[in-house]
């Protein structure tokens, strides 16, 4: 869901404004992640308006914003990683530990944005 928010950049010259709709809830962190990153490189200003809901991964590509308008009644939902994983003891413990580690990087993401800590920032995502 989220990966369909590339094709706007991709079309943008390097230093034209971009405009970014976003109504969606979410999907792969690491797509967010992604198209965060090629927002932020993007020299010309980056602009993301919400329409309905940004949520999960859909809230990382917004932080990439340099101006996040949202619409009357929209929302923005952050939250804990989550995923689904087989196997031994070993499998489990070395997922948990990616969580954890996607869980920094997205917080330290919103952190630098809202101005908040990352101690406060994980504590807003377990609590979705």
Known sequence: MVCALLAPYVESPKNNPVMVTINSPG??????????????????????????????????????????KMGEAAQMMIHSSHGIVMGNQADVLEFADLLNRLDTAVASIYAARSGKTEREVLAMMKKE
């Open 27 to 68: 999907g792969d962190a690491f797509e967010g992640i992604a198209i965060y990153n090629l927002l932020s490189e993007h020299a010309g200003k980056v602009s993301v308006n919400v329409l309905g809901l940004a949520a999960s991964a859909a809230s990382i590509v917004a932080m990439a914003a340099d101006t996040v």
